[in-house]
């Protein structure tokens, strides 16, 4: 646990939106840290626990998908109006981990984790086992369509009666 403390936070923020409209992030954090503890003697470099971490959620997320695809329905839906500034920041998280979830999972794994996690492009190439310019490449292209995506989002509701 001593180890695992330091990395729950981000470890958590990865989840919430890579989870988004699969699975309860939640259930994904215990099935991989269920996983995780039991091969634990696996990790040759304790610092990488969350490489680990991540490799593992990103298998179980692939493989639900795999067998059941069913959306998650407890986000908030589209035709809720919010007039507080806290909902209307919950309704805009909601809208980006739901076109973050649209992506290719190579490319929203390299912006949830560089965007949400904070993590640098060579972390993320050493994770992805990739290099640097690869990762850059996902980067820039997941920008440009995650940016066309909440822009067709902002467009509907705008010309929505």
Do not use: W
Not at 141 to 155: A, I, S, W
Request: proline share 4%.
């Amino acid at each position: 646990m001593a180890i695992y403390e330091p990395v729950h936070e981000s470890f958590e923020r990865f989840c919430k939106a890579r989870a988004y409209g699969h699975m309860p992030f939640r259930d994904l954090m215990q099935d991989t840290l269920l996983i995780a503890f039991s091969k634990f003697e696996a990790v040759k470099q304790q610092e990488k626990i969350l490489y680990f971490l991540f490799g593992i959620a990103t298998r179980i997320l692939a493989n639900h998908r795999r067998k059941i695809s069913p959306e998650y329905t407890d986000q908030i839906p589209d035709s809720v109006v919010c007039l507080t500034p806290e909902a209307e920041r919950k309704a805009e998280i909601d809208h980006l981990y739901k076109a973050l979830s649209m992506l290719p999972a190579e490319q929203s794994d390299a912006l949830i984790c560089f965007e949400i996690v904070g993590f640098s492009v060579k972390e993320i190439a050493d994770f992805q086992k990739k290099s640097e310019a690869a990762v850059r490449q996902q980067l820039s292209r997941g920008r440009q369509k995650l940016l066309v995506l909440l822009q067709e989002k902002k467009e509907f509701k705008i010309n929505m009666p």
